[in-house]
């Protein structure tokens, strides 16, 4: 007997950006929420650099212009913070 599953590719319906976390709505019902720490770009921004986001890709990541960092449901979801880069 085989059990039938709909792979539903996850979708943000809202965010909110906190000092220590963002939250994620999806369209499917879920929350989930991971530390401003993932993002090494988002730890050093202002603020206002924090809240300036938008959402991308039909609701597949969020975007922060002013600190050109893009962070996705799927990252979020599979626990994968975005390393520092090396310094050479």
Same mark, same amino acid.
């Given at each position: 007997?085989?059990?039938?599953?709909r792979v539903i590719e996850p979708r943000l319906l809202s965010v909110q950006v906190s000092a220590d976390e963002i939250t994620a709505f999806l369209v499917d019902g879920r929350? !989930? $929420?991971v530390p401003i720490a993932w993002s090494w770009r988002l730890s050093e921004a202002t603020p206002e650099q924090r809240l300036n986001y938008e959402i991308i890709g039909e609701g597949l990541g !969020?975007?922060?212009p002013d600190i050109d960092e893009?962070? $996705?449901v799927e990252g979020m979801l599979y626990g994968s913070p975005a390393p520092r880069p090396r310094s050479n």
């Open positions: 007997m085989g059990i039938a599953v929350t !989930i $929420s !969020i975007h922060w893009d962070i $996705s």
